[in-house]
């Protein structure tokens, strides 16, 4: 029976090695809290990874926490968060940004394809005054890689991105929920599109890539985590059975099975690619780059998938499958490293009738 469920990579299984893991940390007693064994080797496999031996290494279940205590670790509550308008963050983190760092502003930046434009961000970042008390001041610059709409900043766009922020005294975060995609789709190292490429701390997806509900945060310089570590409890995000945490990530960790698995992904969505480009009627804006696709459909293509069952989502979310057959209404499908040939084919099949 296919499964045809191409609403998001969170709804797919846990890779089996990562559940073995989970099942093989249940044997026994641990110390909580982060103080497992288990941590211990997931540091020194996530360091070797990124090439950074001195990185500070830490684990949350979700990429909002991830992502909103890493900024609040460089956001005072008077700062700027520079983000870029269709962002992670902006778009889909309820405002959690903004609440752990106790209200600070994100400033939208524009640019096409969902990423950044180096002058747009640099007009931004300008604009924030750093001295008169009546203005926003200059907080962190964050980076969607992939971006919400499927695209990737090259290493060279993220450089740019960078080293405007560190030229104002600012830091860098790299939200990274799909960052196995993005690293996959490059053929570069976890290094070559983080602290190589002037990344400060990078928020590493576990969840969205084979794990059942784990996010590393890693910051590249250890003498700026400690207030991650007291963020992380303050905000009741530091697990007390933290070995279950632990044996994902090191499971996902070992032997690049997250590389691996964000390249089975990438290709699953290749696939689908390839085929939505066959459907008459059908457009894509803009060209995938990892496992997530925004495409126009005709209605009629929409209403045979999902009355067969298919699951994704259109866009506006209340978008009627009734009216006129071949007006184009936009969806999102996204792949996950568990999708087969024969399912995303059977989909392809359903939209093209």
Avoid at 84 to 93: F, G, Q, Y
Avoid at 165 to 172: D, I
């Amino acid at each position: 029976m296919y499964s045809l469920n191409f609403a998001s990579d969170n709804a797919g299984p846990m890779h089996p090695k990562v559940l073995e893991a989970v099942i093989a940390a249940n044997d026994g007693y641990q110390m909580p809290y982060g103080n497992d064994t288990i941590m211990e080797d997931v540091r020194a496999k996530i360091r070797t990874t990124f090439e950074a031996p001195d990185a500070a290494v830490f684990l949350v279940a979700t990429g909002t926490a991830a992502n909103a205590l890493a900024l609040a670790t460089y956001t005072d509550p008077w700062d700027a968060i520079f983000a870029h308008r269709i962002s992670h963050v902006e778009e889909d983190e309820c405002g959690a940004p903004e609440f752990y760092a106790h209200g600070a502003k994100i400033v939208l930046v524009e640019g096409q394809g969902a990423k950044m434009d180096p002058d747009d961000l640099r007009a931004k970042i300008n604009k924030a005054e750093d001295k008169d008390v009546h203005s926003i001041q200059r907080g962190p610059v964050t980076v969607t890689q992939a971006t919400e709409v499927g695209t990737l900043y090259s290493l060279h766009e993220i450089k740019q991105i960078t080293s405007i922020a560190h030229e104002f005294g600012v830091k860098t975060h790299l939200d990274g929920a799909r960052f196995a995609n993005a690293c996959a789709a490059l053929g570069c190292s976890a290094a070559e599109m983080t602290w190589k490429a002037g990344i400060d701390v990078v928020s590493f997806g576990g969840t969205k890539n084979g794990c059942a509900g784990v996010e590393a945060v890693i910051f590249f310089d250890p003498t700026e985590a400690r207030q991650f570590e007291l963020r992380r409890k303050r905000g009741a995000h530091l697990f007390s059975k933290h070995r279950f945490l632990s044996a994902q990530m090191q499971a996902y960790v070992t032997n690049d099975l997250w590389l691996e698995l964000g390249a089975k992904a990438n290709a699953n969505c290749a696939r689908l690619v390839a085929g939505i480009d066959g459907i008459e009627g059908a457009t894509i804006p803009d060209r995938p780059q990892a496992n997530m696709v925004f495409a126009n459909l005709p209605r009629a293509a929409h209403r045979r998938a999902m009355g067969a069952g298919a699951k994704y989502y259109l866009f506006p979310f209340d978008a009627s499958l009734e009216g006129p057959d071949d007006e184009p209404i936009r969806c999102r499908m996204v792949c996950d490293w568990n999708k087969t040939a024969e399912e995303i084919d059977q989909l392809i099949s359903l939209l093209r009738g």
